[in-house]
């Protein structure tokens, strides 16, 4: 069954009123773009929930999908009329039916991290079958080994596990850093996340790749500490995490953190300090990993 695509752009300030309204008009789905991502005047926004400079493009793309059947105009009426806006110039497309799985696979192929280490979604074949290969399914986790933060990770996994080290991945996702750490040789391997789903998919991940890790939220991971931490998940958790996360590693052990923009890395290693002697480790494309090493006499 096919659909139709409203599109149109709208001032930034009035971007989430329009997507609030034409959702509750009975749009499937809206999102909210930068009308010129893609050319020169792309305008790139990094930013975190709750940040205060958080912002968007000065004009914004609004598309929203309805059912075929829908009368488009009339949506588009009603939800103007709630806002007390004008009608803004705007143009709808229909949507031939697809077969979405399929698309969106079409999106992963092999990845590979490092000469011969690969991250290989779990509908293709390995292109070297010899390499270290890490099976995938990201499911509805984050994590497909494509971001630099998540290729930084693994980079780091790889130049560090030694055999038998205890491990926890915190924030795992899709599980991929914690199932790369047992698959190079890690002993007792953890990972645990907030989302319970992306506990479920890192669990299948896990099982695809034969490897035993323990999954599981923050309050039920087990007690103690860890001979390597790593963390892939942002500025702000980081920064408030850095008490708990300190916990998890044992005097001498070593903690990795991602997710972190260049000119962030210097904020998140101010809150760390007190734990441990850290630095930027590498960046990519504009990301920075820090690497750490726990002081044996620091504070708990």
Known sequence: MSHLALRFDVDAAHADAWSDALAENGALAVDISDPAAGTA??????????????????????????????????????GAAQLGLGLPVHEVEEIADRDWVRATQAQFGPIEIEPGFWIVPSWCAPPVPAALNLALDPGVAFGTGSHPTTRLCL?????????????????CGSGI??????????????????????????????????TAVAFAAPDAIRGGTFDLVV???????????????????????????????????PLVADAYARWFTIAPWRSADGWTLLAGVRTPDASS
Do not use: C
């Open 231 to 265: 963390a892939n998940i942002l500025t702000n958790p980081l920064r408030m995490l850095a008490p708990a996360l300190a916990a998890r590693v044992r005097p001498g052990g070593r903690l990795a953190l991602a997710g972190l923009l260049d000119a962030q890395a």
């Open 41 to 78: 005047a792309e305008t790139p926004v990094y930013a975190e929930p709750g940040d205060p400079g958080a912002t968007v493009w000065p004009v914004a793309r609004i598309t929203a999908l309805f059912a075929a059947a829908t009368d488009v105009g009339a949506r588009l009426r009603h």
């Open 155 to 171: 980079q780091w996994l790889r130049a560090t596990v030694t055999p038998h080290a205890s491990v926890l991945d915190y924030g």
């Open 177 to 210: 850093l914690a199932i790369a750490a047992a698959k190079l040789g890690a002993g007792d391997v953890a990972g645990t996340d907030i989302d319970p789903q992306a506990l479920d998919a890192a669990a299948d991940n896990a099982r695809a790749n034969g």
